[in-house]
């Protein structure tokens, strides 16, 4: 049986902003961004192998947030307050039309660009 691991937020290195910015860069929203901040720490992907965990974990240190990676166990199914969900940086795009970041969609929810075609 393969090994997962989680990715765990732990707070920032320097600047907020700087934070912020690079995140927004990588696709993901100011509220979630915020929602992470706040909440630090915060398990941000878990049962990942070591592979996708490292490169998870990477980019978030990259955009200057502090991360751990810990080998993942089994979970009490008993856990009143289930563990956030954070999607991922592959399930967001920015329409090369009007720049709005947004999950990915076939056409762009601002102005309607096509984004993906079904061909």
């Not at 707070?11 to 927004?24: H, L």
């Not at 992470?36 to 398990?43: D, G, T």
């Not at 954070?86 to 929810?109: A, L, N, S, W």
Request: proline share 3%; charged share 30%; net charge positive.
């Amino acid at each position: 049986m393969e090994r997962r691991y989680r990715v765990i937020f732990l707070g920032v290195n320097g600047s907020k902003e700087t934070f912020i910015s690079r995140m927004k860069t990588l696709g993901i929203d100011r509220a979630t961004i915020e929602y992470m901040l706040l909440k630090a720490p915060i398990i941000l992907k878990d049962g990942l192998d070591i592979k996708h965990a490292r490169l998870y974990a990477e980019k978030i240190q990259w955009a200057g947030g502090r991360v751990k990676m810990k080998e993942s166990g089994f979970f009490e199914s008993n856990n009143a307050s289930p563990e956030p969900y954070v999607k991922g940086f592959g399930d967001f795009t920015i329409c090369p039309q009007c720049g709005y970041k947004q999950d990915r969609h076939e056409r762009c929810i601002r102005c309607g660009f096509l984004l993906e075609s079904n061909g």
